[in-house]
């Protein structure tokens, strides 16, 4: 991961352009990579190619702080964002549903979504998996509490 991060930052990046790290300090393994502090020092660091490093930290509440990265943003060339939380905290709501539009995407991969971690996933019996048996229809999976929320909208029933 580290070594692909630093692959397309030092090809997007060039000597007087700035890297804006908008979700407060990224992986600590990029910290070498970027030259921040004394991490990478002499080996050739983003910094050290005249790159320039700026950072919006997040808020107390772990949340990104919008109204800085938009003003941090005015000055920079390439705008890192770390989706995961990497070692630090992040916000995250716990309750969270997890969806995915599997059209063309069922047997692509040894895994499933729903084996991964999705709470819902949705399909097509025309494309991969009826493989064009069907005219029509398609398939919705997986925990049985959400799956009988949607099935609420299958039919119109008087009262649910």
Request: net charge negative; charged share 20%.
């Amino acid at each position: 991961g580290t070594h692909t991060l630093t692959v397309a930052l030092f090809g997007l990046l060039r000597a007087g352009d700035t890297l804006l790290a908008a979700t407060g300090r990224p992986y600590d393994t990029l910290e070498g990579v970027i030259g921040i502090g004394e991490a990478g020092k002499g080996c050739g660091t983003l910094q050290e190619y005249g790159i320039h490093y700026d950072e919006v930290p997040l808020l107390p509440d772990f949340t990104p702080d919008y109204a800085a990265i938009a003003e941090h943003a005015k000055t920079a060339t390439v705008v890192h964002i770390q989706r995961s939380r990497g070692y630090t905290q992040r916000k995250a709501n716990p309750d969270v549903v997890i969806f995915v539009d599997n059209c063309y995407g069922e047997f692509t991969q040894i895994r499933e979504p729903l084996s991964a971690g999705a709470d819902v996933i949705a399909g097509s019996f025309i494309k991969n998996p009826g493989g064009g048996i069907t005219p029509t229809g398609g398939y919705i999976a997986g925990k049985a509490d959400l799956v009988e929320k949607i099935s609420h909208r299958f039919t119109a029933r008087a009262s649910c």
